[in-house]
């Protein structure tokens, strides 16, 4: 177990649709990552957020939005869903201290399908 | 933006061999290679990772060289063991500032044969 908690674990929606998907960092970790794993795209990097500030962006889509709140939990925001949206998403974080390389710990992710 | 490629992708050695997974990278700027070991239906795991500033790390069988110059890095394995199977996936990343963007590569599946 990384520390790292993501809710749900598995979702199913139609297209179109909006969805939350929900992340908790470990205790004292500052930074936040989202990732998207497909079978034809690999591990995505999306966006990171630094103890509430957006601080990296990587492909994202403009239907996709994050955020970090004061707690540092994060959530992801997926809209107008598309089947090519079904993928698995995890989080990540770290403490990020910027002298040192600190490891990205990984949630156990949650698998989103698009019908 | 930062490319990482990975071969190759798919792998099988016999129990006790060695195995090396090999990647490069495009941007000079990287400095922070990791390495992710993913079984399936889990998280992906840090294995092993090392700094642009240091040419070689070891860890028990586990060991990653890296070479800027060629701006490639590769994984190696020795005295290979089932619970070796697995998807591995190498990565590269630039620290700046407290921004990362860690970009991998598409991942190399290796199968253990007893």
């Known amino acids: 177990d990384s520390g790292v908690t993501q809710t749900p674990k598995h979702l199913i929606t139609a297209t179109g649709q909006r969805v939350t998907l929900r992340c908790s960092p470990r205790?004292?970790?500052?930074?936040v990552y989202w990732y998207q794993q497909s079978l034809d795209q690999g591990l995505q990097f999306l966006i990171q957020?630094?103890?509430?500030?957006?601080?990296a962006k990587g492909n994202i889509l403009e239907r996709f939005s994050a955020q970090q709140f004061p707690d540092l939990h994060s959530e992801l925001n997926l809209s107008s869903l598309e089947l090519g949206d079904s993928a698995l998403y995890f989080c990540?974080?770290?403490?990020?201290?910027?002298?040192?390389?600190?490891?990205?710990?990984f949630g156990p992710g949650t698998r989103l399908t698009v019908l | 933006g930062e490319n990482v490629e990975q071969h190759p992708s798919t792998l099988s050695v016999q129990e006790g061999d060695s195995a090396v997974i090999k990647c490069t990278y495009s941007?000079?700027?990287?400095?922070?290679f990791p390495w992710y070991k993913q079984e399936l239906g889990k998280r992906p795991q840090l294995i092993i990772d090392?700094?642009?500033?240091?040419g070689e790390k070891k860890d028990q069988r586990i060991a990653v060289t890296l070479n800027k110059t060629a701006k490639h890095f590769s994984l190696h394995i020795t005295e290979t063991q089932p619970e070796d199977s697995a998807v591995y996936f190498c990565?590269?990343?630039?620290?700046?500032?407290?921004?990362?963007?860690?970009?991998f590569g598409t991942g190399t599946r290796l199968t253990i044969i007893p």
């Open positions: 990540a974080s770290s403490v990020l201290i910027q002298e040192a390389y600190n490891e990205q710990f």
């Open positions: 205790s004292g970790d500052l930074s």
């Open positions: 957020y630094y103890n509430g500030e957006e601080r």
């Open positions: 941007d000079s700027a990287s400095n922070y």
């Open positions: 090392i700094r642009s500033n240091v």
């Open positions: 990565a590269a990343s630039i620290r700046n500032f407290g921004n990362e963007k860690l970009t």
